[in-house]
């Protein structure tokens, strides 16, 4: 690639090229010697050596859109520290220890940084940065999408003022400002050009059109703060552009101009002039094209299950225990494949607040499982949502390139509901936080967020069940969601591990028995796999068994006893003169110690 020499004033320009030089030299556009051998690009015409931090920075500009009066000149403070191979593109803020009289960026408003260009005649001045960042070469555009019919012209400074087409402030960024003025209308030139007229996304189910004021929908006038945005919660300001529900019926949906064409929201997609197609896949129920040879048979709650609500028996999608008072269920009349009623009725396929694809069921995990370099796993997947592994069913985007996928606890979320730590409305958040259980940032990709106490939860934690089954307990046990501000002595014992459990933190508990465990001794740290299910690791047989033998086995890998209620379990079919039978049955506590396991020779 060819470069043009910045010091070149002739009507013919030439180009210089890339070389090692050696001290001393120095360089024409800084004026800084160098006293160690650096890249540096030579002009044979001008024999002249610039840095390569300097190279981006003529000496001088003439005619620059933002002071097209005037020449703009080079100026350099404290070069010493700023040769650079690489100038940032963003503003870096100079030290205070500026002239003062020369005053501050005449376009970002910030202070002057290390290298600026500056107008003698009229004390103008402006960041090399600012300088760099031109405009197009016509000051005036002609939007082709959502606003049309106006004709904008370039406004020289970035003021404190919200963007009419976004709401956010214009001298935020380092974007141009344009503006209307037959119009009164002011915004960033991205927002101009790039904000497309008609979108869909997956958080709603019509189309959403961008409209220059909420002022303008066809329904009652909006609340004193305005909407809530569909996407971040927080309100929509009413006199700034946004997007609404296209349809007439007085539905009042509205997100953020930015909110709804985040990347992780809109699939990038301008609708407008695509006639909208009905899709028949949201009505299609999982129990309609379940891949099942046996006939499935409804149980109702408070029926005879005796043999389905033995607190073993466990939904095939979700993989949770059925209990007796599930509101019902499917059972296979041959074997021991149960569905959920709620599991049996999701749709085959589903738009998801989480991802900008619509989602389709699968019934088996496909895809192989990355779990370390070079280390596959069939028959398992990671949610993307809670990132816990599981062998159930699971909604995956089917988008070329795209692995995102969700078990169907995750997926069958609602963007907005009431949870059972919390009393008010938690919202499906792409935004992080501190989970407020375990007190961590790193919980989960997602968080549920209540934007009245900027309170977060992540989803590994949220999608704890509420009802879970202990073995020496004929009652179902509940989820406590810790006791702070009680009366209580603040002490249990968890009966499992015999150990302490501070009643502030989450456990389950039978309120009829007194029995208390903590989250991880009842449920284990994998509780979502599969019991009686076999996975491949790099095409290694390993089965998924229950850990109810006596004694409990302990791992071949760490040496620790295997305290969980599922045990990763493998027969090595080597066989060696010197052992048993019983030698050749390994067993594992972690998904992990199997995997280093199976590394050994």
Excluded at 348 to 367: A, D, E, G, S, W
Aim: glycine share 6%; with cysteine.
């Amino acid at each position: 690639m060819e470069l043009k020499c910045p010091l070149d004033h002739s009507s013919k320009p030439h180009n210089v090229s890339r070389e090692r030089s050696r001290p001393p030299f120095s360089c024409d556009v800084c004026k800084e010697a160098t006293k160690q051998i650096s890249d540096s690009y030579y002009c044979s015409t001008c024999e002249k050596e610039i840095h390569i931090g300097c190279f981006r920075f003529n000496p001088v500009i003439k005619q620059h859109p933002y002071h097209p009066l005037h020449i703009l000149t080079l100026e350099i403070t404290n070069s010493k520290s700023w040769i650079t191979d690489e100038w940032p593109d963003e503003e870096a803020l100079s030290p205070p220890d500026h002239d003062e009289n020369l005053g501050g960026c005449k376009c970002c408003r910030r202070q002057l940084q290390d290298r600026f260009y500056h107008c003698g005649v009229c004390n103008f001045n402006i960041n090399a940065t600012c300088a760099l960042n031109q405009p197009p070469p016509h000051d005036t555009i002609v939007p082709k999408k959502s606003h049309e019919h106006m004709a904008f012209t370039l406004f020289p400074r970035r003021i404190a003022l919200p963007c009419d087409a976004c709401g956010l402030l214009l001298d935020k960024g380092n974007d141009h400002v344009y503006t209307c003025l037959s119009r009164n209308y002011i915004a960033h030139r991205k927002c101009i050009e790039e904000l497309p007229s008609v979108i869909k996304i997956t958080r709603h189910s019509k189309r959403l059109k961008h409209k220059p004021s909420l002022f303008s929908l066809k329904k009652p006038s909006p609340p004193p703060g305005g909407f809530p945005c569909g996407v971040c919660h927080k309100p929509v300001k009413v006199n700034y552009g946004h997007y609404s529900c296209i349809s007439d019926d007085g539905c009042d949906y509205a997100v953020h101009s930015k909110c709804a064409t985040r990347k992780d929201v809109w699939d990038g997609k301008e609708l407008e002039g695509i006639p909208e197609e009905e899709s028949e896949e949201y009505d299609e129920i999982i129990l309609d094209c379940i891949d099942h040879v046996h006939d499935l048979k409804k149980y109702y709650s408070g029926e005879n299950n005796s043999n389905v609500c033995d607190g073993i028996t466990f939904c095939q999608a979700c993989l949770l225990v059925i209990m007796d008072d599930s509101d019902g269920f499917y059972s296979c009349m041959k074997c021991n494949f149960v569905l959920h009623e709620a599991c049996a009725l999701l749709p085959r396929k589903i738009p998801h607040p989480l991802h900008k694809h619509p989602l389709t069921l699968v019934q088996f995990p496909t895809n192989l499982y990355l779990i370390q370099f070079k280390v596959f796993v069939e028959g398992m997947f990671k949610c993307s949502g809670c990132h816990q592994r599981g062998c159930g069913f699971m909604y995956r985007c089917t988008k070329t390139g795209c692995r995102f996928q969700l078990d169907v606890r995750c997926a069958s979320l609602a963007e907005s509901f009431i949870h059972g730590s919390h009393g008010h409305p938690l919202f499906l958040s792409l935004t992080k936080g501190k989970c407020m259980r375990c007190d961590t940032n790193q919980c989960s990709p997602f968080y549920l967020e209540c934007t009245e106490c900027t309170w977060f939860l992540g989803l590994k934690c949220a999608m704890l069940p509420s009802v879970a089954h202990y073995k020496f307990d004929t009652h179902p046990l509940t989820l406590c969601y810790g006791e702070k501000g009680t009366t209580s002595s603040g002490q249990y014992w968890c009966e499992l591990c015999e150990s302490k459990l501070h009643s502030s933190e989450w456990f389950y508990t039978c309120d009829l028995c007194g029995v208390t465990l903590h989250v991880t001794c009842l449920l284990g740290k994998e509780a979502y796999l599969k019991p009686n299910h076999t996975i491949y690791i790099n095409d290694e047989k390993v089965d998924i068994v229950p850990n109810n033998g006596n004694p409990r086995p302990f791992c071949d890998k760490c040496n620790d006893r295997c305290v969980d209620p599922l045990v990763l379990f493998r027969e090595d079919k080597r066989n060696y003169p010197s052992e048993t039978k019983e030698d050749l049955r390994k067993y594992c506590c972690t998904l992990p110690c199997m995997q280093k396991l199976l590394d050994r020779p």
